[in-house]
């Protein structure tokens, strides 16, 4: 391994980076959750990154998204079409952020300090955690939902005790901080073995809707309510933004799980294998599903939980809701705790742990009252979906451009832990990225308040990544003794 003591790097012959020396960092801006991965800590190989994915795209939120857009009025090639262009969009910048993680083994926070500064940072990684301490909430009503309708299963009078559904809700709250304070090892166990189970259980729901439905011949001949084009285009445009806003938290934080990859292969097949086909096959069951419901039941049901406590077997009931709870337990884990644990982290690091800004997210995630955010589909799809992808599509775009086109892939670590390195800019904040996020985030908003520019809104993670994306290019361009070119070559294979 080839090293180089001025920068205080080493790196691997396949161009994988690490810390020489952690001599000099500063203590305000370094911690042990926070520090880039050794080389020999990146394990995770092309089938635990998409057993990963497995594990992520398996969700309750997955299901009420596809089923959410048959409820609207789509038919089932026209949702299964909506998913599958939003996850292939998506799956670009997922890949791409994902490439500093892996090849310097650094989290989301520290990343965004690149862009935005070692202090500038805090305000991309604090937006993304209000966004993961939102879905960690919407996580863990849906999980403590199925286990009280598990217990009221077996347990019929368990269905009118008033406290039931808080303490099942604080349950599976407790559930999730045992994984989280485990640490990111424990995460992975319980991704790889409970991603075949997710398939199975998600196969066997399929199974019941062809029966009860007599085939998919019933289901899939269900027509769109949409009697002309530009009506189903009025509702397809933000349903696919909705789409990419759904990922669109992961395609940013996605460092804090990419950089335990053992290299740039693995972290893209694993995620090119596990997120679109994935998504694609549980998107189909919930469309499928949901079509079924209106056959069997005569109305649409979007929420698996009360569908399933519809089963007439208790034991059937008892599985299907067990694989909920499984289900939503390994989304949350991953998904929404990781990102703002780090997030806090980043904020206070002499104080504030990975595990310590985990439950730090389950307090916040309750407190954001999830059951609101999911009253209906569409305060669900058009309100939460699109409302925050608003502000992450910018992140997302001045990463891109800052990492690949201006730095050219080349990043000096030494310097994202320290205070006058190359990344202070102005008393630690980039005010070309602050701008360019907040003039992003704006553009989009706009189509809130004049109808005649609704289309801002209805594409807000587009506009605030396109808008975004160019006006940082051109203001770091515009910089005043800013060379794009001096940064570090450390990062230039040899």
């Given at each position: 391994?080839s090293e180089?003591?001025?920068?205080?790097m080493?790196?691997?012959?396949?161009?994988?980076?690490?810390?020489?020396?952690?001599?000099?960092?500063?203590?305000?801006?370094?911690?042990?959750?926070?520090?880039?991965?050794?080389?020999?800590e990146?394990?995770?190989t092309t089938?635990n990154?998409?057993a990963?994915?497995?594990g992520?795209?398996?969700?309750?939120?997955?299901?009420?998204?596809?089923?959410?857009?048959?409820?609207?009025?789509m038919n089932w090639?026209?949702?299964l079409?909506?998913?599958?262009l939003g996850?292939?969009?998506v799956?670009v910048?997922?890949?791409?952020?994902a490439?500093?993680?892996?090849?310097?083994?650094?989290?989301?926070?520290?990343?965004?300090?690149?862009?935005?500064?070692?202090?500038?940072?805090n305000?991309?990684?604090?937006?993304?955690s209000?966004v993961?301490?939102?879905?960690?909430?919407?996580?863990?009503w849906i999980?403590?939902?199925?286990?009280?309708?598990?217990?009221?299963s077996?347990?019929?009078p368990?269905?009118d005790?008033?406290?039931?559904?808080?303490?099942?809700?604080?349950?599976?709250?407790?559930?999730?901080?045992?994984i989280?304070?485990r640490?990111s090892?424990?995460?992975?166990?319980?991704?790889?073995?409970?991603?075949?189970f997710?398939?199975?259980s998600?196969l066997?729901?399929?199974?019941?809707?062809?029966y009860?439905?007599?085939?998919?011949?019933?289901?899939?001949s269900?027509?769109?309510?949409?009697?002309?084009?530009?009506?189903?285009?009025?509702?397809?445009?933000?349903?696919?933004?909705?789409m990419?806003?759904?990922?669109?938290?992961l395609?940013l934080?996605?460092?804090?799980?990419?950089?335990?990859?053992?290299g740039q292969?693995?972290?893209?097949?694993?995620?090119?294998?596990g997120?679109?086909?994935?998504m694609?096959l549980?998107?189909?069951?919930?469309?499928?599903?949901?079509?079924?419901?209106?056959?069997?039941?005569?109305?649409?049901?979007?929420?698996?939980?009360?569908?399933?406590?519809?089963?007439?077997?208790?034991?059937?009931?008892?599985?299907a809701?067990?694989?909920?709870?499984?289900a939503?337990?390994?989304?949350?884990?991953?998904?929404?705790?990781v990102?703002p644990?780090?997030?806090?982290?980043?904020?206070?690091p002499?104080?504030?742990t990975f595990a310590?800004?985990?439950?730090?997210?389950?307090?916040?995630?309750?407190a954001?009252?999830?059951w609101k955010?999911?009253?209906?589909?569409?305060?669900?799809i058009?309100?939460?979906?699109?409302?925050?992808?608003?502000?992450l599509?910018p992140i997302?775009?001045?990463?891109?451009?800052?990492?690949?086109?201006?730095?050219?892939?080349?990043?000096?670590?030494y310097?994202l832990?320290?205070r006058?390195?190359i990344?202070?800019?102005?008393s630690?904040?980039?005010?070309?990225?602050?701008g360019?996020?907040?003039a992003g985030?704006?553009?989009?908003?706009?189509?809130?308040?004049?109808?005649?520019?609704?289309?801002?809104?209805d594409?807000?993670?587009?506009?605030?990544?396109?808008?975004a994306?160019?006006?940082?290019?051109?203001l770091?361009a515009?910089e005043p003794?800013?060379?794009?070119d001096?940064?570090?070559?450390e990062g230039?294979?040899?």
């Open positions: 391994m180089d003591p001025l920068l205080k080493s790196r691997s012959p396949d161009g994988l980076f690490q810390l020489r020396s952690e001599e000099g960092l500063d203590p305000k801006l370094f911690n042990r959750d926070l520090a880039p991965t050794r080389i020999g990146r394990t995770w089938y990154i998409a990963l994915w497995v992520l795209a398996v969700n309750i939120p997955t299901y009420m998204l596809a089923a959410g857009l048959i409820e609207g009025g090639w026209q949702a079409l909506t998913i599958t996850n292939l969009i799956l910048p997922m890949v791409l952020n490439h500093a993680g892996t090849r310097f083994g650094i989290p989301f926070p520290v990343l965004a300090r690149v862009s935005f500064g070692v202090r500038g940072s305000i991309a990684s604090l937006l993304r209000a993961a301490c939102g879905w960690f909430g919407i996580q863990t999980g403590g939902s199925a286990i009280q309708a598990l217990l009221s077996l347990y019929p368990w269905a005790f008033s406290l039931g559904p808080a303490l099942c809700f604080a349950a599976f709250w407790l559930v999730n901080i045992y989280i304070v640490g090892e424990s995460i992975r166990f319980l991704e790889d073995w409970a991603a075949p997710l398939i199975v998600g066997a729901l399929l199974a019941w809707a062809l009860r439905a007599g085939g998919l011949g019933p289901i899939l269900r027509p769109s309510r949409f009697e002309s084009f530009g009506e189903f285009f009025r509702f397809f445009v933000p349903s696919l933004t909705a990419v806003g759904f990922w669109a938290t395609a934080n996605i460092p804090d799980l990419m950089r335990y990859a053992r292969r693995e972290q893209m097949l694993g995620q090119l294998l997120l679109p086909t994935t694609v549980y998107a189909f069951i919930g469309v499928a599903v949901t079509s079924a419901t209106m056959i069997v039941f005569g109305e649409a049901i979007w929420d698996p939980v009360q569908l399933l406590s519809r089963f007439e077997s208790p034991l059937l009931i008892a599985v809701l067990f694989a909920v709870a499984v939503t337990l390994t989304t949350n884990v991953a998904a929404n705790v990102a644990a780090n997030g806090f982290a980043n904020l206070w002499e104080k504030m310590r800004g985990g439950i730090l997210t389950g307090v916040i995630g309750i954001m009252m999830p955010l999911l009253e209906d589909y569409g305060t669900y058009f309100g939460w979906l699109i409302g925050y992808s608003g502000f599509g997302a775009g001045i990463f891109v451009v800052d990492y690949f086109l201006i730095r050219k892939r080349n990043l000096s670590l310097d832990y320290r006058g390195g990344y202070e800019y102005s630690g904040v980039n005010w070309s990225a602050v360019a996020l907040f985030a704006a553009t989009a908003f706009i189509g809130l308040l004049v109808p005649s520019l609704r289309a801002l809104y594409y807000a993670w587009f506009v605030g990544f396109g808008v994306s160019v006006l940082y290019y051109y770091m515009a003794g800013l060379d794009l001096a940064v570090p070559v230039t294979e040899a």
